[in-house]
């Protein structure tokens, strides 16, 4: 009997100009029945796969789906549009996320811990986004103008008095004989963005705002973007539609006398420190881990959102030690997550310290990086394309598990995207 030679893989080396071996949707397996060599192979043809549903008009770029929240419902970013499908196949439109239909999606979600419900964050490069069943109470102040020494804000009964003297004059304690000082900027985006420090106590203490200035306790400040101030209500749910908003200033208005949209199905941004954009996201024992647009002056950097919140509180923030370049991913494996750089990796866990919750796990660095949006948790391991498009596993250590003719055409590819995007 004539023994015929078949491929175990797919062979493609066209760095040396040879013949092309295709193996196509099949796997090759050692037949122990018929022989206990390699001369009788078994070729098994990979299971076919099923149409579950149509969703969306463009491509799909993403599918997520968290055992535990939002009843296991799968979250598909379809073109620049997001879509929730439940278990049946039936898909239902959230909204649209972006304006970027190459980009790269990322997606986390939290469970729901007592009345706080389940979140799901998603980046894309552009905004961060967090969508809810139960939204919590939102605002809007605009600024038409310039805004006036001595014009005032009123959140929930806190009260913020602009100023261009000092923020510390007299007595500030948030009421209305004493309001909180916020410096005057010389543009109205710039006196925005002093109150949105303000707020959430997260600029410099006596020069933003009065050093005596606490949190505010029922908002946060979630985004300013220009002459726009976004405020939201830091409870989920209806409560959050009672807290009154007014202002004096012929140049100031709120949307509305109230706080609205608590309690519904909500799709809304997250602010970002600076305005920047997000890339990753993670979720790691009840935090939020976000990954900034990388920069030369945020190189290495991520941030955390705390347990419950829905906010980025520009102080809780933490930056790869070992090396200077860029993250390109987190994701978390175990008891540790993993920032996936451009030319390093590295480890890190939490504290259980609420004031630095973060640390590098020491003894552990890779010196190799991930291409952005590779990285993958497979079991207990992640497996992930390297800057110079080889394919590794960290689990236990780092293993190359990739053959030349494949590091080969993923480099290709890496060409063509750095070339012509996608």
């Not at 939102?138 to 310039?146: D, F, R």
């Not at 410099?204 to 405020?231: E, F, I, M």
């Amino acid at each position: 009997m004539v023994n015929i030679q078949v491929g175990r893989s797919n062979y493609d080396r066209r760095v040396a100009k040879e013949a092309q071996i295709a193996l196509l949707n099949r796997f090759f397996e050692q037949n122990p029945v018929l022989n206990a060599t390699e001369d009788f192979p078994a070729v098994i043809a990979r299971a076919g796969m099923k149409k579950i549903a149509e969703v969306g008009t463009g491509h799909i770029r993403f599918v997520f789906s968290e055992p535990g929240t939002f009843n296991d419902d799968a979250f598909i970013v379809s073109g620049l549009d997001l879509y929730r499908m439940d278990r049946y196949g039936a898909a239902t439109s959230i909204g649209t996320i972006s304006n970027d239909v190459l980009g790269g999606v990322s997606m986390a979600a939290t469970g729901a811990i007592g009345t706080t419900p389940s979140y799901l964050f998603i980046a894309d490069g552009g905004v961060l986004w967090v969508y809810t069943e139960n939204g919590s109470a939102v605002g809007t102040l605009t600024a038409s103008g310039a805004v006036a020494n001595n014009d005032t804000a009123v959140i929930g009964g806190i009260y913020y008095k602009w100023t261009n003297a000092s923020v510390d004059a007299g007595t500030p304690a948030g009421t209305n004989a004493n309001p909180w000082l916020v410096a005057l900027g010389g543009s109205a985006a710039v006196s925005l963005s002093n109150l949105y420090y303000a707020i959430n106590a997260g600029g410099t203490a006596g020069t933003t705002y009065s050093t005596a200035l606490t949190v505010h306790p029922t908002v946060s400040s979630n985004a300013q973007s220009g002459n726009d101030l976004y405020v939201v209500a830091r409870d989920p749910g209806t409560a959050g539609n009672a807290i009154t908003t007014t202002e004096t200033g012929a140049n100031i208005a709120w949307g509305a006398a109230t706080l609205a949209g608590g309690g519904a199905a909500q799709l809304r941004q997250v602010g970002m420190p600076d305005d920047v954009g997000a890339i990753s996201v993670a979720h790691f024992n009840s935090y939020i881990l976000v990954a900034p647009v990388q920069g030369n002056d945020v190189n290495g950097r991520f941030y955390w959102i705390n347990p419950g919140e829905t906010f980025v509180d520009p102080l809780d923030f933490a930056t790869a030690e070992r090396s200077p370049d860029p993250i390109n991913q987190i994701v978390a494996l175990s008891d540790r997550f993993w920032l996936l750089g451009q030319s390093s990796s590295e480890p890190w866990i939490t504290t259980g310290n609420l004031d630095a919750p973060m640390i590098r796990m020491q003894g552990i660095l890779y010196e190799q990086g991930a291409w952005p949006g590779t990285g993958v948790k497979v079991n207990n391991g992640i497996i992930l394309v390297d800057q110079n498009g080889d394919v590794y596993q960290v689990a236990g250590g780092l293993k190359m598990i990739s053959r030349p003719d494949i590091s080969e055409r993923i480099r290709e590819a890496i060409a063509y995207q750095q070339a012509y995007g996608g």
